[in-house]
């Protein structure tokens, strides 16, 4: 049974085709991996299944009552909330429930016998839900994410807005954990994680039950989470079992299948095209010309697709600068509060150094 289905799927922007007639679906348990170039319309594909974008054609099919959590590579916060008010939202359907359940209890002095066994037994179901989603223990539970993620270091009291981009992203992945959706679908998660944390991402998604699509650039960190990969290349998504080494080597051979069938097809046109540029014109031969040309304009072409350009960087010689680059001495960086200590820095032609200044040095500066 498939959580997400997607047929026929075709979209673009202006005159530039995204996607041709896609199809993809994602079923229980799948940790999909999904891969591409930059700009191929890996994050388009997210903001269509996720409803922010309207296809040109298609169709996009959820299955009923999954709760999805999706992680957008440019997701914003609002100004106001602090790190803890964020992590705390993941629950707030929750604290919804408790105000229901409030409002019973203060309904229930003016109710009659009847309605009071309806109101105790509604009370009883909203008391197993929340005790199920773990709501009388949200502040161990939000503490917990909040220091495997190392957001207690930043201080859970802080503003989010004033956080840098990494730790917005901590923020943001540490509430979707917490709301615990069916399907998670993250957008490069690990931009702006610093290694301790993609580890402790990497064992969180091997242990994850339900399914997810992840989209990333890290090789290694896709190797150990995915079971499936899925390639947008040229307006296609292709579908490949196993981990992302085993697409490159799928891949590979497939290329190199398609090469040599397109060098065979090429061979084959340019005889045929021969034969009927010589035989033609001659009574004899005509009717032989006229059945190879039918062979050709029947025939399925098969294209390659164009090499994408790699990039290339040269640097030119300069002259030599002086040896010294460039100093700070006692620099602090900040905005209307220092960020930093005072900074000590040097880099020299070949080297760099940072230290800390003497007393002396300090009474100097
Ligand atoms: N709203 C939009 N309007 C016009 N063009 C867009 C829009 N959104 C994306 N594009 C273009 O569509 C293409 C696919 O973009 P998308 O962001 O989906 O790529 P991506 O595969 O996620 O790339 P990356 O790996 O760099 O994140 C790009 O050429 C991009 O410039
Ligand atoms: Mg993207």
């Known amino acids: 049974m498939s959580i997400l289905n997607v047929e026929h799927l075709s979209h673009g922007f202006g005159d530039r085709a995204i ?28 903001n269509i299944v996720t ?42 359907w929750l604290f919804e429930m ?3 359940m409030n409002e019973i209890c203060d309904r229930m002095g003016e109710a009659s016998p009847e309605e009071m066994e309806a109101m105790l037994e509604e009370l009883g179901t909203i008391q197993d839900m929340l005790t199920m989603h773990d709501f009388y223990i949200i502040d161990s539970k939000v503490d917990e994410v909040g220091r495997a993620l190392g957001l207690d270091a930043i201080g859970m009291d802080n503003d989010v807005t004033e956080l840098s981009g990494g730790q917005r992203t901590k923020v943001l992945l540490g509430k979707l954990l917490l709301e615990k959706p069916d399907i998670l679908l993250l957008d490069e998660p690990t931009n702006y994680l610093d ?20 989209i990333s650039h890290d090789i290694p960190f896709l190797n ?9 290349e040229n307006q296609e998504l292709n579908r490949y079992v196993g981990d992302y080494d085993k697409f490159q080597e799928v891949y590979a051979v497939k ?8 060098r065979r097809q090429q061979q084959e046109i340019s005889e045929l095209k021969d034969f009927v540029a010589r035989n033609k014109a001659r009574v004899a031969t005509r009717n032989m010309a006229m059945s190879r040309q039918k062979k050709l304009d029947k025939m399925d072409i098969i294209e390659l697709a164009q090499e994408k350009p ?4 040269n640097f030119r010689e300069a002259r030599t600068s002086g040896k010294q680059l460039f ?6 960086i900040g905005y209307d509060e220092p960020l930093s200590r005072q900074l000590n820095l040097e880099m020299e032609r070949r080297r760099s150094r940072w230290w800390e200044p003497t007393a002396s040095e300090r009474r100097r500066c």
């Open 310 to 313: 790699k990039p290339e960087f």
């Open 224 to 232: 150990s989470v995915v079971n499936i990969i899925y390639h947008m």
């Open 327 to 332: 100093v700070t001495k006692d620099l602090v």
């Open 255 to 262: 290329k190199a299948q398609l090469e040599a069938a397109y």
């Open 195 to 214: 290694e301790q944390h993609i580890s402790w991402l990497t064992r969180y998604l091997q242990e994850y039950e339900n399914a997810f699509v992840l």
């Open 51 to 92: 409803g922010k974008l309207m296809p040109d054609e298609g169709k996009v099919e959820w299955a009923k009552n999954v709760r999805v959590g999706y992680l957008d590579q440019h997701s914003v916060l609002e100004k106001g909330m602090t790190v803890r008010d964020v992590l705390k939202s993941a629950f707030s």
């Open 98 to 100: 408790e105000e229901k």
């Open 19 to 46: 996607f041709n007639d896609v199809s993809f679906r994602l079923l229980k348990g799948e940790h999909i991996g999904l891969v591409g170039a930059n700009g191929e319309g890996k994050s388009t594909f997210m």
